[in-house]
């Protein structure tokens, strides 16, 4: 067996709680959505997309500083991607029109050498900051 084999049975188990998590968000219950992300966390802590799909959530009903310790919170996880971490963590910043916070997440996400394709989108973002900043 694979050494990914306990973090592959993780991610299986994570997977149905986001699936009924959007289920949920599509009749605007969102609640639901935030509690059943939650868990995705608790059943599979080293599974970024249910951090990244929670923090969302959170900015989207306006709860923006939950969403950001949230990812903060994540930084701690040896097992998650600090690039991306950084990445939505600017995202959220940005969403915040905090320009400032933005760009220094961006920054940090690029010194964390992400892969080519986040390196892209990381890159666009920078861009779209520093274009409002001016």
């Known amino acids: 067996r694979s050494t990914l084999f306990p973090y592959t049975t993780l991610f299986r188990s994570a997977e149905p709680l986001l699936e009924k998590a959007f ?15 939650k868990k995705a966390i ?3 802590p ?11 959530m959170y900015a989207r009903l306006n709860k923006h500083q939950l969403a ?3 990812l903060t919170n994540a930084l701690s996880n040896q097992n998650l991607e600090k690039a ?3 990445f939505v963590r600017g995202q959220i910043f940005e969403n915040m029109k905090n320009t400032s916070e933005a760009g220094k997440d961006y920054r940090e996400a690029l010194n964390h050498n992400p892969k080519p ?8 973002a920078r861009q779209r900051v520093w274009s409002r900043s001016i």
Not at 117 to 124: A, F, H, T, V, W
């Open 23 to 37: 289920e949920y968000f599509k009749k605007k219950q969102y609640d639901k959505v935030v509690e059943l992300q």
């Open 42 to 44: 608790a059943v599979a």
């Open 46 to 56: 080293d599974y970024f997309a249910s951090y990244e799909e929670l923090s969302f």
């Open 68 to 70: 950001i310790n949230l």
């Open 84 to 86: 991306k971490i950084f």
């Open 117 to 124: 394709e986040l390196r892209n989108e990381i890159e666009k």
